[in-house]
């Protein structure tokens, strides 16, 4: 494989970026970059701040004093907030949904470009999200894109409901992936797309054993 390289995962919600991304990076040690963790967090500041995300200039000078702490260890990302690690307050059902409209924001997007370009200086990192090898990596030396069936995207979104005493209806949660689909593919700003030269991965049938392989056994072969 040579030199420490980046590597970029994207896809669609619940196609298994996340896990896949995390244990690819534990495999070689490197460093993995959850993008999506940081408009969730931008979300979740926004929000305690009471902050008017139609207000340009109001956000411009939120996103220029937002400087969360990031690391990365085998558990997966984390980040902090001045001194409070907020990782778990990023993953409720709540957050991603406000994350997602915060995400079309096109400041919003640069500062997280910047924040991970920044982070990714010196390679030796995996990186997923939904723009990561065409935007805000296109020069990565690895790419991958992974998808799986609605229903099985569905399923795994509905994971992160466990606990939770009345959880959506499997339909509902169809339809709310099917939207952000339409809006992360249809958006003006950095629309979801396979990166070019990417390695698509139809991960529907396959456990996340069996994908992390394929990615390996990529990487290693070049």
Known sequence: MGARAVITIDGPAGAGKSTVARLLARSLGYLYLDSGALYRAVAWQASRLGLDL?????????????KPEVTSDKEG????????EISKELRTPQVSRAASRVAVLPRVRRWVKER??????????????RDQGTVV???AEYKFFLDAALPTRAAR???????????????????????RDRQDETRAEAPLAIPQGAIFIDTTDLSIEEVVGQCLAR????
């Not at 979104?157 to 939207?179: C, F, K, T, Y």
């Not at 990487?219 to 070049?222: G, K, N, V």
């Open 137 to 139: 990596f296109p020069e």
């Open 54 to 66: 139609g207000d340009p200039r109001a956000l411009s000078s939120f996103l220029a004093e937002f």
């Open 77 to 84: 990302f984390h980040l902090w907030v001045n001194g409070q």
């Open 219 to 222: 990487i290693r072969a070049s």
């Open 157 to 179: 979104r509905r994971q992160d409901w466990q606990g939770a005493d009345s959880p959506p209806l499997m339909e509902n949660i169809m339809a709310e992936v099917a939207a």
């Open 116 to 129: 991970l370009r920044h982070l990714a200086r010196a390679g030796g990192v995996v990186a997923e999200g």
